[in-house]
Every structure is written in C-alpha cells, then in structure tokens.
C-alpha cells in the first residue's frame, strides 16, 4: 500500500528556520517525483514545487522560487520542504504528493504538516 | 506560465440536480487536465484524470471533458456526499498550477 506519512505540526516563531518531511513506502521511492502543496488557511491549494528523488531534479512554482527548499533523501525514502527565515504568512497546511509517473497527476497525498507561526 | 481560471467559484445546487464546473487554461495543455475533491478538513482526492478518465472507485455520477484550453466537470446528479471544493490542475508540465476552486453545497 503507498503511503506517505508527514511530520507532525509545527509552532514557530517569525525568522526561525523548519524542515518538515513526508516518508513514502509501499513503491519505488526513488521513481516517482514528490511535490508539495500549500494550503493557507480558507484558501486553495498551492502548487510549491517538486522533486525527483533518485537524482534531485527539482522544479519550483515561480511564486515559491527562492522562499523554499525542497529536498530528498532517497536513502530513508524521504522528502523535505525547508525554510530558513518564517514568516507568519508561511502559516498553512502543507501537504506532500506524489506524482503518479510520467505524464501522470498526484495520485497519493500525505496527511498534511500544519504549521504555525506566531509570535 | 500557464494560469488555470474556475467557474463559478462557488454554486448551491439541489440533490438530483446537475451540476458543472468550468477550467479554462491560459494556454493549451492538450488533456493534461486533473480535478481533485476536497472535503472540509479532509486531503484532497483525486476524481478524473487525462480531462476525462474517472479515477478507480470514483462513482460514475463524476465525468469530465475538455481538450486545449477549455473543460468541465459534471456531476450528473448531485448527492450530498459531493459537498466539497472541487479543483482542476494542469500536469502537463511544471509549474503544475492548480484552479482556484469551486465550493459546492446542498441548497
């Protein structure tokens, strides 16, 4: 069974840095690119970017270029999104997804990571 | 980039009724068109893929159409399980831009 299983919910405040995860089992980890999406609060869904964890190739949305990092570790099947300096507009649900192979949209999607930030 | 419009941003509809949802793409994206569900406080699902192929286990009250630049989402007759935001998003290259969704209740 495909499963990717987020981390659990942050608080932080303005200007700290956070890494947040989504581990994928039950497929290929390492085939199948992992995007991340944001959802403020009421809002809509955000595409943010993806990542090809055999070999890194990341693409980022225009909007999140250079405000995120994404990441992978294909050794612990294991994807990251990452910020260095949060802002209280970061505070959202952020899910991981995976696209389902070439051509293909996002089939599964983690749970979901809230994250808050807040002085 | 490609910039994804839905309408009507947001409907009320009868149980029985048809309901459909519009997805226009700025460009065409040929059929690399997907629409997922989303319930309130629930992950997004996936319903309908390559603009018109129903995904597993999706009921068949669900279908969708559309090539280029233009498609829709139908719900043949709407039940009250549909209550949700309903978005398209294009896939055929990156940025993978989602619409900014259609909300759907029961009138």
């Known amino acids: 069974e495909v499963q990717l299983v987020q981390s659990g919910a942050e608080v932080k405040k303005p200007g700290e840095s956070l890494k947040i995860s989504c581990k994928g089992s039950g497929y290929s980890f390492t085939n199948y690119w992992i995007g991340w999406v944001r959802q403020m609060p009421g809002k809509g869904l955000e595409w943010m970017g993806i990542i090809y964890p055999d070999d890194s190739d990341t693409r980022y949305s225009p909007s999140f270029q250079g405000q995120v990092t994404i990441s992978a570790d294909k050794s612990i099947s294991t994807a990251y999104l990452q910020w260095s300096s949060l802002k209280a507009s970061d505070t959202a649900m952020y899910y991981c997804?995976?696209?389902?192979?070439?051509?293909?949209?996002?089939?599964?999607w983690g749970q979901g990571t809230l994250v808050t930030v807040s002085s | 980039d490609i910039q994804m419009t839905q309408s009507p941003s947001s409907l009320s509809a009868s149980v029985g009724d048809r309901v459909t949802i519009t997805c226009r793409a700025s460009q065409g994206i040929s059929n690399y068109l997907a629409w997922y569900q989303q319930k309130p406080g629930k992950v997004p699902k996936l319903l309908i893929y390559t603009a018109s192929t129903l995904q597993s286990g999706v009921p068949s009250r669900f279908s969708g159409s559309g090539s280029g630049t233009d498609f829709t989402l139908t719900i043949s007759s709407l039940q009250p399980e549909d209550v949700a935001t309903y978005y398209c998003?294009?896939?055929?290259?990156?940025?993978?831009?989602f619409g900014p969704g259609t909300k759907v209740d029961i009138k």
């Open positions: 997804a995976r696209r389902g192979g070439l051509g293909s949209p996002i089939d599964y």
């Open positions: 998003q294009k896939y055929n290259s990156a940025p993978f831009t």
